[in-house]
């Protein structure tokens, strides 16, 4: 523990789901003896949202949400939960924070884990279309469920080809509906991966069942009776009984930018994510954070960091000196394949596929920059995936012949420079 | 009804209970140390990894092969490596010990 006592100071989080929730676990680990007060507008228990789109909504029957930590861990950290409440304000200087019910709760150290919301494009009609939702909090799976379960024909269409539109495609299907994917751009997954992978999930889909289509740019919803018609700006159309929004989200940065917090696309953090208010930490999905590995700030919308960027955050709260340096980690689940992706492609000017031997369902993507190895994408590999995630993080020179070379097994010397 | 034992990387031994769900979860609820479960029992983060007493492998059983794959170029990874995520908790485990990996 630090230099002073903290038993008599407040540490306010805003935002309960897992950068928040792991953040105040941590600091109880790491010594935090005051009181550890969480906010979050969302009225459930903190909850595991990457299932939300995957497992989650393919189910019969949810009863029960995938809990960050039993309920009863919260009471036995002293961490008091206070859900369903809206922050409106961060008044930095007299360390208050203002709730939309107009109470006022002191802090010592504030952390914003506030994170982001669907990005709703202006398309003409959106407003007033039926059955129109967002995919990233639990209420979004009841709605789209419920719209589903009253429907008959069961026609969705979704809007944008990334991993939640993607994702909510394959778990719509399985559990009977009919789905179009529109995508703006002439690939899916195209700001995230390489083509390779995008032919794969295009593919996948189409094998499924799902109807994947590129260059389609939405231009407006005409709504009649209950039932949508998304319309393109290639006068193509689709009926929709349900429409799932899934083309990017917004970052939540208005509580920090009112209260004159640095920001530059996203809360602009240290490498102990710290803010520039000295009393004022950021973690997760809402922060624009430098990386150590790839020399530059960026922003990433993963549980990965917001985990990581938590217990960092926590240790620096706690008085210890901290660098946060992680190579990002990701994942998706469609259909039978997962999807497991390490390290950030940006910047790549050479694509490696292997696709191996025994199974074609059975492949890696490996992105480099020159020499440099940047990004492994897996699919249903999970020895590409980890030993991927070792070379980069050891700057591993690889031999990019042996490397495509099939015949040659995935093991950490088999793409070894001679 | 089963007793599990978790050892952390600090040697510090502590025995839960459970008797539903998979052992991640089991060691998450009971705040276990170094069983994050950041994925949340999906099999893609291996964050909850464990190393099974030898003597306890044949109840425990090997790691299937999702899971295999995961484990085999971990550099913590040892003969009688499982991911807790990938364990049911049933009374087949009743008296294991897990060493934490992290």
């Not at chain 1, 660098?323 to 390490?342: G, H, R, T």
């Not at chain 2, 052992?23 to 190393?51: F, P, R, Y």
Request: charged share 25%.
């Amino acid at each position: 523990m630090s230099e002073n006592t903290t038993s008599n100071k407040i540490c306010v989080v805003i935002g309960a789901s897992h950068a928040g929730v792991n953040v105040a676990f941590s600091l109880r680990r790491e010594g935090w003896e005051g009181e550890i007060i969480l906010y979050d507008s969302d009225p459930e228990m903190p909850y595991h949202r990457p299932p939300l789109s995957k497992a989650y909504l393919s189910a019969e029957n949810n009863s029960e949400l995938d809990l960050l930590f039993p309920e009863q861990n919260y009471a036995s950290e002293n961490i008091t939960l206070k859900l369903g409440e809206t922050v409106s304000e961060i008044n930095n200087e007299e360390k208050t924070i203002t709730l939309s019910s107009g109470e006022i709760q002191l802090y010592d150290k504030l952390v914003l884990a506030t994170g982001a919301r669907p990005f709703i494009p202006p398309i003409n009609g959106i407003k007033t279309a039926s059955n129109l939702f967002p995919m990233r909090t639990f209420a979004d799976t009841v709605s789209i469920q419920k719209a589903i379960k009253n429907s008959v024909e069961k026609r969705v269409v979704i809007i944008g080809g990334g991993y939640i539109g993607l994702e909510t495609a394959a778990s719509l299907k399985k559990i009977g509906a009919k789905v179009v994917v529109l995508e703006r751009e002439e690939r899916v997954l195209e700001r995230v991966t390489a083509p390779e992978m995008s032919t794969f999930f295009s593919k996948l889909h189409q094998e499924n069942g799902v109807e994947v289509l590129p260059n389609k740019n939405v231009v407006s919803i005409k709504t009649s009776e209950g039932i949508n018609e998304v319309v393109c700006d290639d006068n193509t159309s689709y009926k929709a009984d349900l429409i799932v929004v899934g083309v990017g989200i917004k970052v939540n940065i208005d509580l920090a930018e009112k209260a004159g917090v640095e920001i530059e696309n996203g809360i602009k953090v240290d490498s102990s994510a710290k803010t520039s208010d000295a009393n004022i930490y950021a973690i997760g999905d809402c922060t624009y954070h430098f990386n150590p590995h790839y020399n530059r700030f960026i922003r990433l919308e993963s549980v990965q960091n917001a985990v990581d960027q938590a217990k960092v955050a926590a240790l620096a709260i706690c008085g210890n000196q901290v660098e946060y340096n992680a190579i990002p980690w990701f994942w998706s689940d469609q259909y039978d394949v997962k999807l497991q992706m390490v390290g950030l492609s940006k910047g790549y000017n050479e694509v490696i596929q292997r696709i191996e031997l025994d199974n074609d369902k059975c492949q890696s993507v490996w992105y480099f920059k020159d020499n440099e190895l940047l990004a492994v994408d897996a699919v249903n590999n999970g020895k590409a995936y980890v030993l991927g995630g070792r070379f980069i993080k050891g700057k591993q020179e690889i031999d990019k012949l042996k490397l495509k070379d099939v015949s040659i097994p995935i093991k950490p010397t088999s793409f070894l420079k001679d | 009804m089963a007793k599990i034992t978790f050892i952390t990387r600090d040697n510090e031994s502590i025995t839960v209970e459970g008797n539903s769900g998979n052992v991640m979860e089991l060691a998450v609820q009971n705040k276990i140390k170094g069983i994050d479960g950041n994925c949340g029992g999906v099999c893609s983060c291996a964050t909850c990894h464990v190393h099974v007493e030898p003597s306890d492998w044949a109840k425990t059983g090997a790691p299937n092969a999702m899971e295999s794959d995961m484990l085999e170029f971990d550099e913590k990874v040892s003969d009688h490596s499982r991911l807790s995520c990938q364990m049911k908790v049933t009374e087949d485990l009743d008296g294991v010990v897990l060493k934490v990996a992290n």
